[in-house]
């Protein structure tokens, strides 16, 4: 089955656009999500809910474009590796990414090798930042719940009630 996914932003945008590329790719089925003012994540894409339940091992999910179906690039990764461990394709109409193609599954591929580093080079950032700070003498993590006065005052406390 072919699903076609079309989502605007606001409630000024209008669908037709993308519903006419779907449909032209002789989609099955054409779910949409047109953005609500005030309506969280969950209630402004309950569509893509929908389709994610309808799609299966071996069916295809296209999209106009990348940025209808995921917010960022870590996103899209996240999303791209649920499709595969599920046996879903997936297909950017504007974007060139097919992933029942060769070429499409080298692009996704590289996607994610560089998302992988991305976080690889913030995660030795960190690392290197805490390292540095330690070894200026600063104190990390969560301040002391109570001062060294505090602490001798309950010390003191403790012994004189013994």
Not at 96 to 113: C, E, K, N, P
Not at 133 to 159: E, F, M, N, S, V
């Amino acid at each position: 089955m072919k699903i076609g996914y079309a989502r605007v932003s606001t409630e000024e945008q209008n669908l037709d656009l993308q519903i006419e590329a779907l449909t032209e790719t002789g989609c099955d089925r054409i779910i949409t999500d047109q953005a609500k003012s005030g309506a969280t994540e969950a209630e402004s894409r309950s569509g893509f809910s929908k389709a994610m339940e309808l799609l299966g091992d071996g069916d295809l999910l296209v999209v106009w474009k990348l940025d209808r179906v995921g917010r960022s690039i870590a996103d899209l990764i996240h999303l791209l590796k649920l499709f595969g461990d599920r046996g879903i394709e997936f297909r950017s109409l504007t974007d060139g990414i097919d992933t029942t193609t060769a070429g499409g599954r080298l692009v996704f591929h590289i996607m994610g090798a560089l998302a992988e580093f991305e976080r690889d080079l913030i995660q030795e950032r960190t690392k290197a930042g805490l390292a540095a700070a330690r070894k200026r003498g600063k104190r990390l993590g969560r301040p002391p719940a109570l001062t060294a006065a505090q602490i001798r005052h309950a010390k003191d406390t403790i012994l004189a009630k013994r």
